[in-house]
């Protein structure tokens, strides 16, 4: 009798653990179908090629990206629907290079010039040009 209440007690447990935020393998598949047809969406809104698509996000399922793109290939046919061009360039978010420095001040090169030298509004109206 003990012992089935002690595995009545830990079912009981176990089934909780949707509530505590563990993921099940079967939760885990759905978010990555679920993140695949969002990012094959996004890329066909985007006018991207599939190809292209699956080169930009080689860690997503293949299935669920062309399953994604193929919907809103879809739904953009259906709507008369134009892709939408991108504003800004990939260069625009790649991270800067360190500058060596070359003075020999012993510095670790964090000086606050490196970088800092532009205003937010000069970024955004480097932006704004493109």
Known sequence: MRSVLCALAVLVLLSGCDQLG????????????????????????????????????????????????????????????????PQLKPEDFAKPK????????????GDAAGGADASPSDKAGDHASH
């Open 22 to 85: 563990i993921d099940t393998p079967k939760v885990q598949s759905e978010k990555r179908e679920a993140e695949g047809k969002a990012i094959g969406g996004a890329c066909r809104n985007g006018g991207r090629a599939i190809e292209d698509c699956y080169l930009l996000n080689r860690k997503a399922d293949k299935a669920a990206v062309y399953a994604g793109w193929r919907e809103m290939d879809e739904y953009m046919r259906e709507n008369k629907l134009e892709a939408v061009t």
């Open 98 to 109: 360190p500058k060596a420095t070359s003075d020999g001040d012993g510095g670790d090169g």
